[in-house]
T-cell receptor, first 114, second 114 residues
């Protein structure tokens, strides 16, 4: 069965600093990969997704992620964090063999210091 | 406005009292899914539906039922709720499924079972 690991439960960065959130997956083939963001009291919103092609994908709000097959990783990055980026971030895997199943990581909570 | 609507948003109930959480989407999506979110556990898939009258179990289906009689609606039924079903529940929809695209989430339903 597929799995998703987000090694960092909580990350704190200063406003204006760069950010990298880690995501590792376990799956026998190349999955579809997603990053979602959840602001307090809200549902999840898609930041970006990877299906195939260019391994560096751009998303909304200035985020990007890079798919590295050799490392089974899909890390999320942002060059300069804004206070409004404080939220919980989820990496997720979808399967090309079963479009119905979805697996989410446990999430990483981002705190932004002024 | 494209949206996924869940009701109720907040509910406190007692053990054994049947309840239904409704979910409706106005985007003509074929795929709908239910998740529960618990601290430190991320989102876990309960049930999903690829289309009308087609439902399947996710990772944690025990104690839940679903039905998909109409394309827009996907209610989650707790026949005999227990305290371990206290959680934050999210409904999501997608055009064809997590394996094919973005999930759109409702704002969540916080359920407390006493």
């Amino acid at each position: 069965a597929q799995s998703v690991t987000q090694p960092d439960i909580h990350i704190t960065v200063s406003e204006g600093a760069s950010l990298e959130l880690r995501c590792n997956y376990s799956y026998g083939a190349t999955p579809y990969l997603f990053w979602y963001v959840q602001s307090p009291g809200q549902g999840l919103q898609l930041l970006l997704k990877y299906f195939s092609g260019d391994t560096l994908v751009q998303g909304i709000k200035g985020f990007e992620a890079e798919f590295k097959r050799s490392q089974s990783s899909f890390n999320l990055r942002k060059p300069s964090v804004h206070w409004s980026d404080a939220a919980e971030y989820f990496c997720a895997v979808g399967l090309n063999t079963n479009a119905g199943k979805s697996t989410f990581g446990d999430g990483t909570t981002l705190t932004v210091k002024p | 406005e494209a949206q996924v609507t869940q009701n109720p948003r907040y509910l406190i109930t007692v053990t054994g009292k049947k309840l239904t959480v409704t979910c409706s989407q106005n985007m003509n999506h074929e795929y709908m899914s239910w998740y529960r979110q618990d601290p430190g556990l991320g989102l876990r898939q309960i049930y999903y539906s690829m289309n009308v009258e087609v439902t399947d179990k996710g990772d944690v289906p025990e104690g839940y039922k679903v039905s998909r009689k109409e394309k827009r609606n996907f209610p989650l039924i707790l026949e005999s709720p227990s305290p371990n079903q206290t959680s934050l529940y999210f409904c999501a929809s997608s055009l064809y499924g997590q394996g094919n695209g973005e999930l759109f989430f409702g704002e969540g339903s916080r359920l407390t079972v006493l």
